[in-house]
């Protein structure tokens, strides 16, 4: 998340909204939020009745995927940071790189001045 300097859910918020315009303000301190809402309706019978289940998510982003620094084919599985040996901080390994790199033929460490995580997706 890209930190701006406003705390949007740190504080309580004061709430503005018209019902003759299809915008509501979030305001709280220095900072005002303009929210558009774009599609209203009324609820119909089909719709779910449970408010606990709103607002319903029709849009899903998608996930980004870095690739292995060394290969450049397959998906990362590893990150290392501040690692002597790599071109780049932080590398993106899959397994099988990250163990040329870093590990000797019995599966020891080469070396250990760096940090490893488990990687998923950004």
Not at 30 to 51: A, E, F, G, Q, S
Not at 79 to 88: A, E, F, G, L, N
Not at 95 to 108: I, M, N, R, V, Y
Request: aromatic share 12%.
């Amino acid at each position: 998340m890209l930190d701006t300097g406003c705390r949007f859910f740190g504080e309580e918020p004061r709430k503005h909204a018209s019902r003759d315009t299809d915008t509501a303000r979030h305001m709280h301190g220095d900072c005002n939020h303009t929210l558009v809402i774009r599609d209203m309706r009324l609820l119909h019978p089909d719709d779910v009745h449970n408010r606990a289940v709103y607002p319903i998510i029709t849009f899903q982003l998608k996930l980004r995927f870095q690739k292995c620094s060394v290969c450049k084919i397959f998906r990362a599985t590893k990150v290392t940071v501040d690692d002597k040996w790599t071109p780049k901080n932080p590398c993106f390994f899959r397994d099988e790189c990250f163990a040329l790199l870093h590990l000797d033929q019995d599966f020891s460490p080469l070396y250990t001045e760096f940090k490893e995580y488990d990687y998923n997706h950004d």
